[in-house]
């Protein structure tokens, strides 16, 4: 027995060994010299304790290399996954799987990657050098390297499928992933799809309205007010409201498919209500530095890594030839920082919501669709996707004037071929997607514009060139400006008086009819900005850009403003004191007040609950400070109390997979029918024979809240933690599921943390209120706050850390303090990045 067991001690740490080994093995040099093939001079690289690195060159060219070297030594799985994704390759990178293929299919019929090849030859040609220069970069780093000395996760992947050499990156490789990245921040297409689809269990459009309600611009302001803006916007496309007469049958068989293939399109920046951002920008005669503060945190789904690479990009000296000094959060995979600031200009972005999709509904006979009662060509072409260990899937792909036909790209049996109600045999629908990133554009070129604008003339240049997707800037001057600018590529729509559907763009669109095609798009010189309004600060938080009427037509979707009330209130209030200062506005990011809580609390303690057990609950609100904190009892039951209501009042009235979310939509929803007691809205479907109102809904929903976090956290309702439940879980996009072995998973998946916040609060950690769950699906992917009176005041954090090796001691050594609402330190100056350097890596030619 004892021989065995030595023997099987002896087999178990040979085992460990070997796993130690290859997990470690890509774990990359950051410190010495290093030949890189191509450079002009010597190129430094220096990381701080987390693993930041800094890369000063001579050249831009040996500057972007470097940085496509490094991004390569940290993160080249996550690249070659993101672009599998963006170019419908996933299966041949991962083998046989359902999800997979399905993903490819949808995204070959997109024709992303077609798009970003297309848009090559309109970039500026600083902007290509920059391009083939990371590629070089990464080439460099994958030379030579066996798969499994890049990243472990090829070695996980090569126990079930064939894994050889990466492909060498491409500059289109760069340039698709900001299709994906349009694609998550793409505005309203899934309100789109869910009003179709509310219509028809609802059946009646009004009361469908009234479940997507106006933007209360009267409780929570716009961004811009009509004095902020120039003369130049003071335009508006007005919109129109008509019956829908069309067979609603119909319109939800062809819908229900083309929903269907939407949903198999991996989000790669995250997906729901919870996707949004914050943003504000303060004046210097508010600061006490006296010079502009800004801060931004964007809402995104959480993965691991998470999606932001830090870093600093710095020419020895900056001049015409080479001339970018900056530094914030990059894409792995592009050239260039998204979000930070240089020497002279800090910037934020929030996605703007812009609707820039439209659904096409197509009457599609023989190979042609009607238009103006007139037949309209479809064209074709075939792809054909590669699967790893499987045969190859041919795939037709079908596209109309207003874009590719996603209804049948499945196949799905039974959906999307319900028969027009007309006499024509044979005539059926399906749905064309309209959407702006499917025209090349230049994103590209304004990205590296920013990097090195010094100025709002600079920004608003650049924003002509930011095509997708549309984003709010903010920005701030070290000599003492504050600004906003809106860009886009967004589509005119014509105002159609009496036609079958609202002309709006919030509702699908019969493709038959030439009058709801798009009109051309939005001059960029219309769209809304603002330099030094008289407030002193700019907040944006996915709130309506203007006020109702003014200025060119964005959307009607919006978020419904309740985050950007509260930072609004919150800075009115800290200026009014004395001056703010960064401590003040990294507070004002980790801010957890519930705006549901006084919506609801008030109505909610009026109501008698007189079980001594179920009242335990309601007593917890009537001390709660309405603060959704991690460690609240309160804010635990308050969101279990949030999600009854929304299941007992709307989710027997909606589809399946249509259930209320809970974010800032139904916030709004509630608020305007909670002083109607009466409303049919109230009503449960689910117990026929009785008409329930405000109180019986609101009651019912306490006594089953109880009942719940009784099974779930104990019975003690002061001993419950809002943290307990609304864990906020990074996941690996391809080994991090539950499908995958526990020890994969366990690599992979840092440990969860427990954390405060939720939907429309400040501190943004979404939960879906329809899923059963309150983990968190979307939070703030970094934060950052930046002092423009010293620039080396600034501080940041990231969501997970800054590598993408789960070995490394980077890889998560930053959720930590994420989760607490904590920031570091973050150096600018070259002398106060020697002075944070750890280690030093030399790169000569």
Not at 68 to 96: C, I, P, W
Not at 306 to 323: H, K, M, N, T
Not at 727 to 755: I, K, Y
Request: charged share 20%; hydrophobic share 45%; aromatic share 8%.
């Amino acid at each position: 027995m004892i021989t065995v067991a030595a023997v099987v001690v002896v087999a178990l740490v040979a085992v460990m060994v070997t796993a130690v080994i290859v997990v470690r093995r890509p774990l990359p040099e950051v410190a010495g010299e290093k030949e890189l093939p191509g450079l002009a001079a010597d190129v430094t690289v220096t990381r701080d304790d987390r693993g930041v690195p800094t890369i000063t060159a001579t050249t831009s060219q040996d500057l972007f290399r470097a940085q496509g070297y490094v991004a390569a030594q940290d993160r080249f799985f996550e690249m070659d996954y993101r672009r599998h994704v963006t170019s419908g390759r996933l299966s041949e990178l991962v083998g046989e799987n359902e999800d997979a293929l399905a993903a490819d299919k949808v995204i070959r019929t997109f024709g992303w990657r077609r798009v970003a090849e297309q848009e090559w030859g309109l970039l500026q040609q600083s902007t290509r050098d920059a391009l083939q220069a990371y590629a070089d970069g990464v080439n460099a780093y994958l030379d030579g390297r066996d798969p499994g000395a890049i990243a472990v996760e090829y070695s996980v992947l090569g126990l079930q499928v064939d894994v050889g050499p990466p492909a060498p990156w491409d500059p289109v490789d760069s340039l698709a992933w900001l299709k994906a990245m349009a694609w998550d921040l793409r505005g309203n297409y899934d309100a789109e799809l869910e009003r179709a689809a509310s219509y028809s269990t609802i059946g009646d459009i009004a009361r469908v309205d009234e479940l997507f309600p106006a933007y209360p611009q009267d409780v929570n302001l716009p961004i811009l007010t009509a004095a902020d803006l120039p003369a130049t916007t003071a335009q508006q496309a007005s919109a129109t409201t008509a019956e829908l007469d069309l067979d609603s049958a119909d319109l939800q068989a062809a819908m229900a498919s083309a929903a269907a293939a939407l949903d198999a399109v991996p989000h790669l920046m995250g997906d729901g209500e919870g996707v949004g951002s914050n943003s504000w920008v303060v004046s210097g005669d508010l600061t006490e530095s006296g010079k502009p503060l800004l801060a931004n945190d964007p809402h995104l789904g959480i993965s691991a890594p998470g999606i932001w690479e830090q870093i600093g990009l710095r020419c020895d000296e900056v001049s015409a030839q080479c001339p970018y000094d900056v530094t914030g959060f990059a894409f792995a995979g592009m050239p260039g920082v998204v979000i930070g600031h240089n020497a002279s200009l800090a910037w934020g972005l929030t996605n703007l919501g812009a609707d820039v999709t439209d659904f096409f509904l197509e009457r599609v006979e023989e190979g042609t669709t009607r238009r103006d009662g007139a037949q309209a060509p479809i064209t074709e072409r075939e792809e054909t996707i590669h699967v790893n260990g499987g045969d190859d899937v041919l795939l037709t792909v079908r596209d109309t004037v207003h874009g590719p036909l996603v209804s049948d790209v499945l196949d799905l049996v039974g959906v999307g071929t319900a028969p027009v109600p007309d006499d024509a045999p044979g005539r059926r629908f399906e749905v064309s997607l309209g959407w702006t990133a499917l025209q090349p554009g230049r994103t590209m070129d304004a990205v590296l514009a920013i990097n090195v604008a010094q100025d709002a003339a600079d920004i608003q240049e650049a924003a002509a060139l930011f095509d997708v997707p549309s984003q709010n800037i903010v920005f701030a001057t070290t000599d003492g400006h504050i600004g906003y600018q809106a860009p886009g590529r967004i589509p005119v729509r014509a105002s159609i008086a009496g036609g079958p559907v609202p002309s709006d763009g919030t509702w699908p669109r019969p493709g038959w009819d030439s009058r709801y095609e798009w009109q051309g798009f939005v001059d960029p010189a219309a769209m809304p900005r603002a330099l030094d309004p008289v407030e002193g600060f700019i907040v944006t938080a996915n709130q309506a850009v203007t006020p109702a009427g003014v200025g060119p037509f964005l959307t009607d979707d919006w978020d419904y403003g309740y985050r950007a009330q509260r930072i609004r209130e919150l800075l009115g209030s800290a200026t009014s004191d004395g001056k703010v200062g960064v401590d003040d506005m990294a507070e004002i990011q980790s801010d957890e007040h519930s705006p549901y809580a006084d919506v609801l609390v008030p109505v909610l303690l009026s109501l008698d609950i007189e079980d001594p057990f179920y009242d335990d609950g309601q007593e917890l609100l009537r001390t709660w400070d309405r603060v959704q904190s991690v460690d609240s009892a309160a804010a635990a039951y308050f969101a279990a109390v949030w999600a009854d209501i929304l299941a007992a009042a709307f989710a027997d009235d909606l589809p399946d997979g249509y259930g209320p979310s809970g974010g800032s939509r139904w916030l709004e929803v509630v608020r305007q029918l909670v002083d109607q007691p009466a409303s049919p809205w109230w009503d449960d479907k689910s117990t026929p024979g009785v008409v329930e109102g405000r109180d019986e809904v609101l009651t019912r929903a306490m006594v089953a809240a109880r009942r719940e976090l009784t099974a779930a956290l104990g019975r003690e309702a002061t001993d419950w933690r809002w943290g307990q439940l609304h864990p906020a879980a990074p996941e690996h996009p391809v080994l991090g599921g539950t499908s995958l072995p526990g020890l994969v998973r366990n690599l992979v998946n840092p440990d969860p943390v427990a954390v405060g916040g939720g939907s429309s609060i400040v501190n943004a950690t979404a939960w879906n209120a329809s899923s059963g769950s309150f983990a968190v699906t979307a939070a703030p992917s970094m934060r950052m706050v930046v002092d423009l009176g010293d620039l080396d005041a600034s501080t940041w954090v990231t969501l997970t850390g800054a590598s993408g090796h789960p070995a490394s001691v980077h890889y998560a050594d930053q959720l930590g303090a994420w989760s607490r609402g904590g920031t570091f330190p973050w150096p600018f100056t070259q002398a106060a990045t020697e002075a944070d350097a750890r280690d030093r890596l030399t790169f000569t030619p």
